[in-house]
């Protein structure tokens, strides 16, 4: 549904998700991804937060980690 750039779909099936797998770290990431694509920033930047917080002992070089912090780090500019 993020490729098909339905925003609200995705968000809602991720929430699904969320709810069967509370703290999801996949799920968290969805949720934020859908919420920046759709333009909502300040929902995004909770979002993007909750999920860095989830996955909090990931490698740091992953690539939804590294996306997390950069679109974090652009909104405090």
Do not use: C
């Amino acid at each position: 549904m993020l490729a098909s750039e339905k925003w609200a779909d995705a968000k809602a099936a991720f929430e699904r998700a969320l709810a069967v797998r509370p703290h999801s770290g996949f799920a968290l990431y969805g949720i934020a991804l859908a919420n920046e694509r759709a333009g909502d920033r300040e929902t995004a930047v909770k979002d993007y937060t909750d999920f860095l917080t989830a996955w909090k002992g990931a490698d740091p070089g992953l690539a939804r980690i590294e996306h997390a912090r950069s679109y974090l780090a652009a909104q405090r500019q």
